[in-house]
């Protein structure tokens, strides 16, 4: 799938430039908003926006925190979301570590450290998807991973415990998102 710089030229001549992926071609098409705070995925793979540009207007689409163990597997994954045009969501050591190898990265605080912000973002439905891997090596953290997985399912928010499982709905995702383009 091709990703790159694109612009957008609205009919009054105002530009502006962000992010393409899907197919590397020139389109006219309509404009169109779209406010929900959740369903992105059914958002972009809707053929009710054939030949149209949706424009999320909600900041966040995308929530994902993991164990250390796991971050260098996780990385291509997070990164694959973050190409398709989902906000990331980690607390400090995570998002560091995504930021330090090139994904913009909203930080949050740790639950064990006194912080709820996690868990407000799921509440408040700014939260797609929840990848929150258990630490089986280290068991560090293991309350704090244990309420985020606990508040996502009582916020109707999809859950993933396995990168593997992350890989397949990425591979979903990337063949039924159309041709759009974030900016």
Known sequence: MWQGKKKLIL?????????GFGADREVVCELVFNTSMA????????PSYTDQAVVMTYPL???YGMTDEDKTEALPLIRRFYNLGFNIEATEGTGRFLKENGIRTR????????????LDS??????SYVINTRAVLSGVHFEDGAAIRQCAVQNG?????????????LDVLETTVPEIATI
Request: no cysteine; aromatic share 8%; proline share 0%.
């Open 11 to 19: 009919s009054d001549g105002s530009e502006y430039v962000g992010v």
């Open 39 to 46: 369903g992105y995925q059914e958002i972009v793979s809707d």
């Open 61 to 63: 689409i995308g929530n």
């Open 107 to 118: 930080i949050r605080g740790r639950l064990s450290d006194g912080s709820e912000e996690i």
């Open 122 to 127: 799921i509440r408040a439905g700014y939260v």
């Open 157 to 169: 928010v999809t859950t993933f415990t396995s990168l593997d499982t992350v890989r397949i709905v």
